[in-house]
């Protein structure tokens, strides 16, 4: 008995000495399976959580509301949004898009376009990149209405509407409301168009159009325009399109929507008296919400289909103008004023530039502005008021548009002013066949008095933009 003892002993220790092996061995091997999924773990929360990281520096001035554009190397990423976050916590949204007018994305890279609330002067701001939500709040869209125009909407708010109805010859009427394309703007809230068609106002009493109806819109063209073909010097006015003129949409290339701007890419036809066409352009429109005011960005080509081609004008019949609606001619013109880079004027007040030998020296010297501002006010119907509008259901309300020109224009730009609140600038250029005329604009429309400064401000984020590195 006792030997049985103590050979159950020596069992069991040998039992226990072998499952303590088996148990060191286990462990270690869970730890390495730990360690390993911890591992994997680690790269793909890396992955998910940072896509990129960019620096943007404000450079030597105080930023606000400043669109920023980069192109980042980002693969097997299909969303359109990405959240951006700052060192401090704070959060983003940046919009991902495979083009734009000015640079191409390449297969492994995309155009990142977010906006900057605020930068102080000198200051950097570090941004890393990670996936956003599926749900990220209203977003920019595009209602296509064949073939009369397609509008731009954020939610349910319009913004901007194109107006690319076929040309209609079956009767001068017709020809006239067709002759040429354009952009509409809505007021920042979308309560109502503030430009000009070739139609009525609004609160309009006249039948015919109203003043000088082939201003329309925010609107681009020459009044004087030559070309040789076939030998013969060939004349050309798509400002007035009164001899056969025209420009006619010819398809849209490319349009890119998200949260953050909206946008469309357009080939549009220049054509001659013949009826044929001398020139091709392409139109890129951007709309971004900025804090409840409207910031439209235009940028074109245009390149000759007929060789070298001369544009000439003059400030009132040509280069790139906004045009506000006929109720401002009709109703409101009284009170139209400019915002200048050397302060404001006075309603009954404008310039514009002249090189006649008795002009003053103030409109000859109206070029080459960064930027002016318009300031009209514009009737609304009172949302208690009958069809019918009169005196007591109007209401007045103030806009600013300010025109800001890039110094990448062809210069000298030369500006133009009218109580009507149609203004903008034009300059001289000769196009050799193998070149092309690019321009960039941007317009900025807000509800209320603008105020230099901040005017400024945007004016500098578009002529002296961030600096901007990708990591």
Known sequence: MPMLSRWSICCFGLLLILMATDFSHAQNLSKTAVAKF?????????AAESLFEITVDAGKHDRENC???????????????????TDQGQVLLGQLSDHGMMVKATPDKKRLTFVIPSLSAGQTMKLT???SSADVGPSYHWTDEQPKHSTLSKDEVPILRYMKAPLDESSPAARYRTMKIFHHVYTPDGSRLMTKGPGDGIFSKRKDGGLFSHHRGLFYGFNRISYEKDGKTMNADVWHCRKGESQSHDKTLQTAVG?????????????GQDGETFATELRQ???????GSTLIEFQSTLESNVGPIKFRGDPQHAGFQFRASQDVAE??????????????????????WSDKKDESEINRNHINLPWNTVVIELPVKDSDSTDQPSDSSEKLRKFSITYLDSPMNPKPARYSERDYARFGSYFEYDLKGEETLDLNYRVWIQEGVAQPETIENQSKNFTEPVGVTVH
């Open 67 to 85: 669109i920023v554009e980069a192109y980042i190397p980002v693969k097997n990423y299909n969303k359109k949004t990405v959240n951006l976050k």
């Open 38 to 46: 911890q591992t994997r773990s680690t790269l793909t929360h890396f």
């Open 259 to 271: 949260p953050v701007f909206g946008e469309h890419l357009n080939s549009i036809l220049w054509k």
């Open 285 to 291: 429109m951007t709309a971004f919400e900025l804090n």
């Open 331 to 352: 109703i409101t013109k009284k009170s139209t004023y400019y915002i200048r880079p050397d302060g404001a004027g006075k309603p009954g007040k404008f310039r514009n």
């Open 129 to 131: 990149g990670v996936e």
